[in-house]
């Protein structure tokens, strides 16, 4: 069974305001979502920003075509992998939707693990300058460790909060830095320090014990592999994802694409994506707990997806 933690949600089921579904890599928000959808009469709106792309489907574990009929989704299939996709797209669009949504009378779900777009979505973009496509381009073909070094000496702080085997993550920051002469970590911004109280009463955070969650992430990487990863990601090549630095940061695509300019063994890349995607729900789960006011649920290994979203709904 799933077990609560915090205290009890209590909203009126009748309340179009959007509900929110968060966690890490597999912990199963995307079953829940469609449970909680069910019962609420109500639309998912994806919080993912790799499951924006069409073509990216297995390694993104997107909504099969069956739990689309099922309930309505929204924000999947949004852009070609070519061609780019930010936070200000995602809070447009999804402001777009919430309001359709409501208008015809449902409820708005917001599921998925991009935190940022979750705090975009909650409390504004921040105001951190615009790209310089030619600081960027000096930046994109400097070493990774060079970065690094680089913003260890400017912005220490940055350094120790940033995920730092992500090169566009790092990029940016330094080009924030070099732009506006401050640190990055420092930047002013329209974040606020907290959700809103009734954020909280509408947004679950679900996590699972340790070893159920690292259960859950190799089988999905092997199933992943069972369903034809690597040739999904061939012909992702062959549509221009090599050329999109966002899209190629997506784990499971990224070390895939290695794996196919002989980089490393395809038993070795299944290893080293279980690896990543262990260490990135981890990351995940740090965000959420340090960024957002929320609700935890606990969900046990036997709990199924309907008694989850029913706990949620207990007064």
């Known amino acids: ?15 179009p305001a959007p509900i929110i579904v968060a966690g890490a890599t597999a912990v199963g928000k995307s079953a829940v979502a469609l449970a909680l959808a069910e019962r609420v009469d109500g639309e998912i709106i994806s919080v993912d920003s790799m499951q924006v792309y069409r073509g990216l489907d297995i390694g993104t574990a997107k909504p099969s075509s069956a739990e689309r009929r099922r309930v309505p989704h929204h924000l999947l299939d949004v852009v070609e992998v070519s061609q780019p996709f930010d936070g200000a797209q995602f809070v447009r669009l999804a402001n777009t939707a919430v309001a359709e949504i409501q208008k015809r009378g449902r409820v ?15 409390e504004g973009l921040d105001e951190a300058p615009p790209a310089d496509a ?11 460790p060079q970065l690094l070094r680089e913003l260890e000496r400017r912005d220490p702080d940055a350094l120790a909060r940033i995920d730092r085997e992500n090169p566009r993550r790092v990029i940016r920051a330094l080009e924030v830095i070099r732009l506006t002469g401050r640190r990055w970590s420092a930047q002013p911004s329209s974040w606020n320090a907290e959700c809103g109280p009734r954020t909280a009463d509408r947004f679950f955070c679900l996590r699972r014990g340790a070893e159920d ?4 992430i190799e089988a999905r990487v092997d199933e992943m592999f069972a369903r034809g990863l690597v040739l999904e990601t061939e012909q992702l090549l062959e549509r ?22 002989g980089e490393r063994s395809l038993e ?5 994506i279980k690896q990543r995607t262990r260490q990135f ?5 740090t965000w959420f707990r340090r960024q957002f006011k929320a609700q935890w649920r606990t969900v046990e290994p036997e709990a199924g997806a309907e008694e989850v979203a029913d706990l949620l709904l207990k007064p």
């Open 240 to 261: 221009g994802l090599a050329g999109n630095r966002t899209a190629m940061q997506a784990i499971g695509y990224r070390q895939v694409v290695e794996h196919l300019r």
């Open 134 to 144: 030619a600081l960027r381009a000096e930046l994109e073909v400097s070493p990774l």
């Open 108 to 122: 708005p779900i917001l599921c998925g693990g991009t935190g940022l777009y979750f705090k975009a979505f909650l």
């Open 281 to 285: 729900a981890k990351r995940q789960m």
């Open 213 to 216: 969650g690292r259960a859950r």
């Open 268 to 272: 070795e890349t299944i290893g080293l």
């Open 1 to 15: 069974m799933a077990t609560e933690a915090h205290h009890a949600s209590r909203f009126n089921l009748g309340d």
